[in-house]
């Protein structure tokens, strides 16, 4: 079955530390993976894409994201937060099922000062 | 601006009055989709559809209608709206179903009461 986790419901960090937030997928073919961002009443915004090529993937607002075919995950990263950071990240994967993009629930970025 | 809109973008509504969602992208996109946004369960596709005329049904379609009459617009249609329709909704857009990235509108947030 097609499925995309994230473990971490919440995350807190202080502000300038850095980041990883968690994303694990179960697909039988070679992954599309994308993260989105939401902040707080806003709609979806693209971070950054896996299509194939290099695992390392670099997105917007110097965020970067890691494949990993062994471990079936593609986690996300930042060297240092802000405060503007403070948002849900969703890591999703593209099915040719439906041609849809399969959602993880989502984990909520909170920034301590 | 090649965009996704919908509207509106909030609607209060009343149990089994019947609404509509509009949704225009101006890409020339082939494929259009639905989506719902609910907390914990990340987004979930309702219907979609691969080109004018053709729609289907998605992994939660109950109580939902579309239509595909011309290529820009996908509006999605609640007959009879009970509250657990209470969401927050996307529409998106790309240029082919297999068309991996996909494009999304601002959201349109549904209170059913």
């Known amino acids: 079955a097609q499925s995309v986790t994230q473990p971490d419901i919440h995350i807190t960090v202080s502000e300038g530390a850095s980041l990883e937030l968690r994303c694990n997928y179960s697909?039988?073919?070679?992954?599309?993976l994308f993260w989105y961002v939401q902040s707080p009443g806003q709609g979806l915004q693209l971070l950054l894409k896996?299509?194939?090529?290099d695992t390392l993937v670099q997105g917007i607002k110097g965020f970067e994201a890691e494949f990993k075919r062994s471990q079936s995950s593609f986690n996300l990263r930042k060297p240092s937060v802000h405060w503007s950071d403070a948002a849900e990240y969703f890591c999703?994967?593209?099915?040719?099922?439906?041609?849809?993009?399969?959602w993880g629930a989502g984990t909520k970025l909170i920034i301590k000062p | 601006e090649a965009q996704v809109t919908q509207n509106p973008r909030y609607l209060i509504t009343v149990t089994g009055k019947k609404l509509t969602v509009t949704c225009s992208q101006n890409?020339?996109?082939?494929?259009m989709s639905w989506y719902r946004q609910d907390p914990g369960l990340g987004l979930r596709q309702i219907y979609y559809s691969m080109n004018v005329e053709v729609t289907d049904k998605g992994d939660v379609p109950e109580g939902y209608k579309v239509s595909r009459k011309e290529k820009r617009n996908f509006p999605l249609i609640l007959e009879s709206p009970s509250p657990n329709q209470t969401s927050l909704y996307f529409c998106?857009?790309?240029?082919?179903?297999?068309?991996?990235?996909?494009?999304f509108g601002p959201g349109t947030r549904l209170t059913v009461l």
């Open positions: 697909y039988g073919a070679t992954p599309y």
């Open positions: 890409m020339n996109h082939e494929y």
């Open positions: 998106a857009s790309s240029l082919t179903g297999g068309g991996i990235e996909q494009f």
């Open positions: 999703a994967l593209f099915s040719y099922s439906n041609y849809q993009l399969i």
């Open positions: 896996y299509f194939s090529g």
